[in-house]
């Protein structure tokens, strides 16, 4: 596809449920990130992953959220045992190779609500 | 601690004025520096971004934005605003700690509105 597609783009579940999350990044981007947009605030960083490297898992805030990539493709966020607090805006962004000043290109966004 | 500040949650302008979204930054080293906007119900879309050389970057519809590094600044400008722009505006640096990690640090955002 032409950019960073995720689904669902919405999902509803109930506190305790598993939820995960998908995103499909731009053809050929190696480099894979994966944000949370809480309402009203600013993008944070949860995870990253790079090629065939160890991802940097150093923004997940609890051992109840975890992700995997298969090669330089698709990606899963999961997230077990849902809170409330887990409600937000699930963003997941690709960008070209490691270079750091390559910009990132986002997704449309899963909104999580945690009933 | 690296970290990006917009310190206007919100700005107003009319249509055809000049409009100007501030951001500050602190890190340890040369920054790299992105804008992005995001318009409602859609992902962030990438406006412009700093890397090295000529402190004005020009970008995307008519954006651009001026490099200070005495004033560690990074404010998005436009000379004539449009409607169109109305939209959350969100300042990013590079994070250039912690090894090979790619990671933005972003501002908590700043909504323009362009009254027509």
């Known amino acids: 596809g032409a950019g960073v597609s995720q689904s669902p783009s919405n999902k509803v579940t109930e506190k305790g449920k598993d939820v995960e999350l998908r995103c499909d990044p731009i053809?050929?981007?190696?480099?894979l990130y994966w944000y949370r947009q809480r309402l009203g605030q600013g993008l944070e960083f949860l995870i990253y992953?790079?090629?065939?490297?160890?991802?940097?898992k150093s923004g997940l805030p609890s051992d109840r959220f975890s992700a995997e990539r298969t090669g330089e493709s698709v990606s899963t966020l999961t997230i077990q045992r849902t809170q409330q607090e887990d409600s937000a805006v699930y963003l997941c962004?690709?960008?070209?190779?490691?270079?750091?000043?390559?910009?990132?290109?986002f997704g449309p966004g899963t909104r999580l609500t945690v009933l | 601690a690296q970290s990006v500040a917009q310190p206007e949650d919100q700005v107003n302008v009319a249509e055809g004025n000049p409009l100007t979204v501030k951001c500050t930054y602190s890190?340890?080293?040369?920054?790299?520096l992105f804008w992005y906007v995001q318009y409602p119900n859609r992902g962030l879309q990438f406006l412009l971004k700093?890397?090295?050389?000529?402190?004005l970057v020009k970008g995307s519809y008519g954006f651009e934005a001026e490099f200070n590094k005495s004033q560690t600044s990074f404010h998005l400008k436009k000379p004539s605003a449009l409607v169109s722009d109305s939209a959350l505006y969100f300042c990013a640096v590079r994070d250039l700690v912690g090894g090979a990690t790619n990671k933005l640090i972003f501002g908590t955002g700043t909504l323009l509105a362009v009254q027509p």
């Open positions: 053809s050929g981007h190696t480099a």
């Open positions: 700093y890397i090295t050389g000529d402190n």
């Open positions: 962004a690709s960008s070209l190779g490691a270079v750091m000043y390559n910009e990132q290109f």
């Open positions: 992953f790079q090629g065939n490297s160890a991802p940097d």
């Open positions: 890190v340890s080293g040369n920054p790299y």
